[in-house]
């Protein structure tokens, strides 16, 4: 008898993949942390596979799992067991790589080009222009986009010169989102990007991410305990204690401006 996780996740994704091709498919996911002589189950069992292009929501209360998720797709942190296949969708041909089988040298080259990373706290460096910050990925990518580009796709095309402290919270995270898709990543995970901020300035990098996910594709999944963000969304997955609860589809998208807090 199929568990109620996996009805949950065939039932919801099945018309999503009839129209799009699969970049991650996990099976069995489940992490175990040894903290002295206690084990900590942060993922019991995960099933999920997210598609070219979609934006997805991770959604859950802390200690739910979600953190742990969006590190084992982001290749910075592995499962203790189940299996996590990425699919890097090409022109000619679909690489696949095994994430959970994977050497730490073929992860270091998967992060370093096909993922992006957004995280709560911005990471920017203070002595770096905007400018500055984008290009030192940009630097070391294959096919990166200019730090102008970048940084002009999050709406700081006047902001090319400012250090960190002369922005304000809202733009720091847009310099921040700049220079994870400055590379022109597969993939763009982001982890809380708006847990630091009023819901106005939010609201402006939500716009920000919703404006590289409809004008790159880039395959976006944003991890949030704010139930309202859930609405900009492709596809809501909610998770619960290690576990996958539901997986909902949104057929209309409302923009962030008009989202809920």
Not at 58 to 86: F, H, R
Request: net charge negative.
């Amino acid at each position: 008898m199929q568990s109620t996780q996996t009805q949950i996740s065939e039932n919801n994704q099945l018309s999503q993949s009839i129209e799009k091709e699969v970049v991650f498919e996990l099976e069995g996911i489940t992490k175990i942390y040894q903290m002295g002589e206690v084990q900590v189950h942060a993922l019991r069992g995960v099933d999920l596979k997210l598609y070219e292009g979609e934006l997805s929501v991770l959604l859950g209360p802390s200690g739910s799992g979600k953190s742990t998720l969006l590190n084992i797709l982001g290749g910075l942190d592995t499962p203790t067991k189940g299996s996590v296949i990425y699919h890097k969708v090409l022109d000619d041909k679909d690489e696949i790589i095994d994430l959970s089988a994977a050497s730490e040298h073929q992860l270091t080259e998967y992060r370093r080009f096909n993922v992006g990373f957004v995280f709560q706290f911005y990471n920017l460096i203070p002595s770096l222009t905007a400018r500055e910050n984008v290009a030192v990925v940009t630097e070391i990518a294959k096919a990166p986009m200019t730090p102008e580009q970048a940084l002009e796709l999050v709406g700081l095309g006047e902001r090319f010169d400012h250090f960190p402290a002369q922005l304000s919270g809202g733009e720091q995270q847009r310099v921040a989102i700049a220079r994870a898709i400055a590379k022109n990543p597969d993939v763009l995970l982001c982890d809380e990007p708006t847990g630091a901020l009023d819901s106005k300035t939010g609201i402006k990098v939500l716009e920000a991410l919703q404006r590289v996910n409809q004008e790159l594709g880039t395959t976006t999944a944003v991890i949030t305990h704010n139930a309202g963000i859930a609405q900009m969304a492709n596809r809501v997955i909610s998770l619960s204690d290690g576990q996958i609860t539901d997986i909902h589809t949104n057929k209309t998208l409302i923009s962030p401006k008009d989202l809920s807090w």
